[in-house]
């Protein structure tokens, strides 16, 4: 599995980007996909998560109304728009398969790094 993050840069506070995963290696349309980050010297922590069929989404609270995640499964690619961005969003952002319950941590890839000037 091969999981290719772009679209990070570096926005002043209240802008937008759109991020971007290429997924290969995998049949893409069987999994759940969420996007994580991490902020220098903090854990890793889920940010959004989609189903397969993208019926289902996860935004977690301290970004809700501001990310939105979701993916296009014939081009095996899957989005977080991230607006209204806030310095404390400054972190790099990953993607990642989820198999049933459990996410393929064997596959992180190098991320795409978003960070917010205020």
């Known amino acids: 599995v091969q999981l290719q993050a772009s679209g990070g840069g570096v926005v002043q506070a209240g802008g937008s980007l759109r991020l971007s995963c290429a997924a290969s290696g995998l049949t893409f349309s069987n999994y759940d996909m969420g996007w994580f980050r991490q902020a220098p010297g903090k854990e890793r922590e889920l940010v959004a998560q989609i189903s397969r069929t993208g019926n289902r989404i996860y935004i977690t609270d301290s970004v809700k109304g501001r990310f939105a995640i979701s993916r296009d499964n014939a081009k095996k690619m899957v989005y977080l728009q991230v607006s209204s961005l806030k310095p404390e969003d400054t972190a790099m952002y990953f993607c990642?398969?989820?198999?049933?319950?459990?996410?393929?941590?064997?596959?992180w890839g190098q991320g795409t790094q978003v960070t917010v000037s205020s």
């Open positions: 990642l398969p989820k198999w049933g319950s459990a996410w393929l941590e064997n596959s």
